[in-house]
């Protein structure tokens, strides 16, 4: 891309998808080979009880969804937005896990787990077999990390 700017970061949430679908009407003019594209899962996209969350069906769908809004067959990240404490982690990691199978997802990731929550993931992946998490994205705002100390 020009400039040197290749790295795209979205979410199936921003906008109500509406992000990403600009996002691919965009990016059809650059190859996909020059870019990294990622996106991320867990918040509201649907008004249902599975249009949010970390479960396999949400999981499914919302790839789905993101693929298309950014007319592409693959992402090269996917990040799990939040953790989901109503779903059993292994759940998300097995799922997570065949996406990369499927060839949809190259590499997948968290966002602001505490190391608590990425350990016990390490530990189910380890046993299970699964693909590793390639990328996490922690808490990177001191005053948040100052504020929910007190």
């Known amino acids: 891309m020009s400039k040197g700017v290749n790295f795209i970061d979205c979410a199936d949430a921003y906008s109500g998808g509406a992000a990403e ?23 509201l996209t649907g008004k249902d009880a599975n249009g949010r969350g970390l479960s396999r069906k949400h999981i499914f769908e919302s790839i789905e969804q993101s693929l298309a809004n950014m007319q592409t067959t693959y992402l090269d990240m ?43 993931a390490l530990i ?21 990390v100052i504020l929910k100390k007190r």
């Open 21 to 43: 679908r600009f996002l691919g009407r965009i990016l059809q003019k650059y190859p996909r080979k020059e870019l990294v594209l990622s996106s991320k899962v867990f918040f």
């Open 78 to 120: 996917y990040f799990c937005h939040r953790f989901d404490h109503e779903t059993p982690l292994e759940e998300t990691l097995q799922s997570l896990s065949d996406l990369v199978d499927q060839g949809k997802v190259l590499y997948y990731g968290v966002s602001e787990w505490t190391p608590v929550q990425l350990l016990e």
């Open 124 to 144: 189910i992946i380890k046993e299970k077999g699964l693909h590793p998490i390639s990328v996490i994205q922690p808490q990177y705002n001191i005053f948040d």
